[in-house]
């Protein structure tokens, strides 16, 4: 009976935690590979891992950073794999991309600024990337990285200066 009880307590745990961070993961994967259909698989394989954890019983003391150390894991190894497919190659096949709802000057603009944060340091790209396009606040942040709120901070203003900087 205890045992069916834990089950059923894994099983609301995992789902509060799919509903609430999925489709913060889903984006983040979108933003880092640039391709919906890896950016699903990712989050998928995400959520798998996590529910392999909780199922199996062991605890996880900051849920939320730890599902987003599972999704930038993923990403990295999605990188050092031979998976990832140049734009140009796709374009090669036939393929085209859908650009109906953003602008071609937008679309340019997206990608001058994503061209913009990438080129930054490790450090300053994740903050500015969870503080503005996620839209998190300084302490969610702290707490995904576990780093101090005053750290973000200065990693936000530096990061922001530093793209500023860029676009002079």
């Avoid at 745990?13 to 994967?29: A, P």
């Avoid at 973000?152 to 002079?168: A, N, P, Q, T, W």
Wanted: proline share 1%; with cysteine.
């Amino acid at each position: 009976m205890e045992d069916e009880k834990e089950k059923k307590n894994n099983q609301k745990n995992f789902e509060k935690l799919f509903q609430e961070h999925s489709d913060v993961i889903y984006r983040l994967c979108l933003y880092k590979t640039s391709n919906e259909s890896v950016a699903r698989d990712l989050t998928q394989e995400t959520f798998l891992r996590l529910w392999k954890r909780i199922s199996s019983g062991k605890g996880i003391d900051k849920p939320k950073q730890y599902i987003f150390q599972i999704a930038r894991n993923l990403i990295i190894d999605y990188y050092k794999s031979d998976k990832a497919v140049s734009l140009d190659s796709l374009r090669a096949e036939g393929f085209d991309l859908k650009t109906e709802e953003i602008s071609p000057e937008s679309m340019g603009d997206v990608a001058l600024l994503k061209k913009a944060i990438e080129s930054l340091d490790q450090e300053f790209r994740e903050v500015i990337y969870m503080r503005f396009v996620e839209e998190m606040k300084v302490k969610e942040i702290a707490e995904m990285l576990n780093i101090s709120e005053n750290l973000v901070s200065v990693r936000i203003s530096r990061g922001r200066d530093k793209l500023i900087e860029k676009f002079k």
